[in-house]
T-cell receptor, first 112, second 115 residues
Framework: QKEVEQNSGPLSVPEGAIASLNCTYS??????FFWYRQYSGKSPELIMF????GDKEDGRFTAQLNKASQYVSLLIRDSQPSDSATYLC????????????FGGGTRVLVKP | EAGVAQSPRYKIIEKRQSVAFWCNPI?????LYWYQQILGQGPKLLIQ????????DSQLPKDRFSAERLKGVDSTLKIQPAKLEDSAVYLC?????????????FGQGTRLTVV
């Protein structure tokens, strides 16, 4: 079992719709959860992080964490063509300590 | 604030040759990461330093890869000898402490092609 799993996609969403991305992790003791966006040929950049159960909103982005079910999700509201990118879930804490582990990423395509 | 600096940006070498990558983290960042990202995959952690000590190198192929972080600042990653499967982007990242909730900032990466 991979430490951090994501559906590779592509996830195709029409412009203006909500994109929903999921991530599951294997280490129950994980403490911090990050969503990074990576444009083709570019480096990952942080969108947001979360470490408490529940929702965290930042602009058009909402991260949701459920530690009991070991999943974290990212919602992108009012999706724009500029949101087309690969979204990487990353986790640290737990048995892995401060090691920052990434999932394989979900490619999102927003169609005008 | 200057970002994470990496060089070179691109490198093409023949298999069995050696190559080295350099990274200068953001000033004051204690934690430095080297990731390998193969096309279409997520970044894979090769080695993580806290100051000049190694926190994790469990996925570093130690028979051919080595890394050091002298004086707890900049770092080099070396591959010797290179194999075709080492073709990837090598990303360096740094964070303030590396603990819970600390954001990792990435450099632009070095794209390595082994032919």
């Amino acid at each position: 079992q991979k430490e951090v799993e994501q559906n590779s996609g592509p996830l195709s969403v029409p412009e203006g719709a909500i994109a929903s991305l999921n991530c599951t992790y294997s280490d129950r003791g994980s403490q911090s959860f990050f969503w990074y966006r990576q444009y083709s040929g570019k480096s990952p950049e942080l969108i947001m992080f979360i470490y408490s159960n529940g929702d965290k909103e930042d602009g058009r982005f909402t991260a949701q964490l459920n530690k009991a079910s070991q999943y974290v999700s990212l919602l992108i509201r009012d999706s724009q063509p500029s949101d087309s990118a690969t979204y990487l879930c990353a986790v640290n804490g737990g048995a892995a300590g401060n090691k920052l582990t990434f999932g394989g990423g979900t490619r999102v395509l927003v169609k005008p | 604030e200057a970002g994470v600096a990496q060089s070179p940006r691109y490198k093409i070498i023949e298999k069995r040759q050696s190559v080295a990558f350099w990274c200068n983290p953001i000033s004051g960042h204690a934690t430095l990461y080297w990731y390998q990202q193969i096309l279409g995959q997520g970044p894979k952690l090769l080695i993580q330093f806290q100051n000049n000590g190694v926190v994790d190198d469990s996925q570093l192929p130690k028979d051919r890869f080595s890394a050091e972080r002298l004086k707890g600042v900049d770092s080099t990653l070396k591959i010797q000898p290179a194999k075709l499967e080492d073709s990837a982007v090598y990303l360096c990242a740094s964070s303030l402490l590396g603990g819970m909730g600390t954001e990792a900032f990435f450099g632009q990466g070095t794209r390595l092609t082994v032919v």
